[in-house]
């Protein structure tokens, strides 16, 4: 890829192996100190221990909300959500949730949404899978395994593995678990994963004005496969990802993850490029499956401006 689709980034330091979240993370025991709280959930967050951009935003707002009812202050407050918004680059989910919650106070709306609006997305995006179909899917996203899980039809997964994270595994194990069959591939077998399936389901990190899908590093190159083989993508996702600075212009921070990542003594003049995501074109994507319903990825962004003017608003005011 080259050009326009060349990653962004700026400094170093993924989608979606869901930390399920506990709010002992976050709500420390009364008396408890919260900047040591606060700086253990930021800590958590850039090591990936919480990941996936639904347990990011949901622990990021619980953390925002309890320092908060706390009363340490508007500036500590805004502290630790410009904190929070630099753990990951790529991450406008997080972001949006964090700009409404501070615009408006209303913390327990924002969480309402995260919760709600995944049942939605779960009721519109079964309706992609036919009886028999082979799934493929490369990754973890929370809101792909949640529509295959209520599937009730025969179905088979095949997953990638998705280096060096390995998150596909958790994708594989959740399946098993649901007793869907699953095979998994190496990520460099990706064609082989793809040359009989059915449909290619993903979830997104970012969504952008242009209608680029921001997801993890190996999915454009798969959807083009994809696209190869006939295969339709669906990039399965809640509205709130969509980034409003793109609208503005701005393009999205691609994260360069650490190099021991990949390879932790390569020799000195070995240097690693370890991009966390890619940009999917929006020419290779049948469709994005939201809690507003499934849209051309051009459609979706109409349609959430529309439906949520405050993602803008609480851009344009600053927030």
Known sequence: MGGEDEPYWETASDDEADYDGDESDVEADEGGDSGVDADEVIEKIEAVEIQGATSIAREGVRLLQRLDREGVGEARVDDVAERLKGARP????????????????????????????????????????????????????????????EVDLELSVRVTETRPLYQGRTTAEEMAEAGVPVRFYVDSGARLALKDADVMLIGADAVLDSGKVVNKIGSEMFAEVADRYGVPVYVV?????????????FEPEIERRAAEEVWKDPPDDVEIYNYAF??????????????????????????????????????????
């Open 278 to 319: 890619e940009k999917v074109a929006p020419g290779k994507v049948e469709g994005v499956v939201s809690e507003l319903g499934v849209h051309p990825p051009e459609e979706f962004i109409d349609r959430v401006v529309e439906e949520y003017p405050e993602l803008l608003e609480a851009v344009e005011s600053g927030g």
């Open 237 to 249: 996702t809640d509205s709130w990802k969509y980034d409003p600075l793109s609208s503005f212009g």
């Open 90 to 149: 790529t991450e406008p989910f997080l972001y949006n949730c964090i700009r409404v919650s501070r615009e408006t106070g209303e913390y327990e709306d924002v969480l309402e949404h995260i919760e709600g609006s995944q049942e939605d997305i779960v009721d519109y995006g079964v309706d992609l899978v036919e009886d028999g179909d082979v799934v493929y899917t490369h990754c973890h996203s929370s809101s792909v395994t949640g529509v295959l899980e």
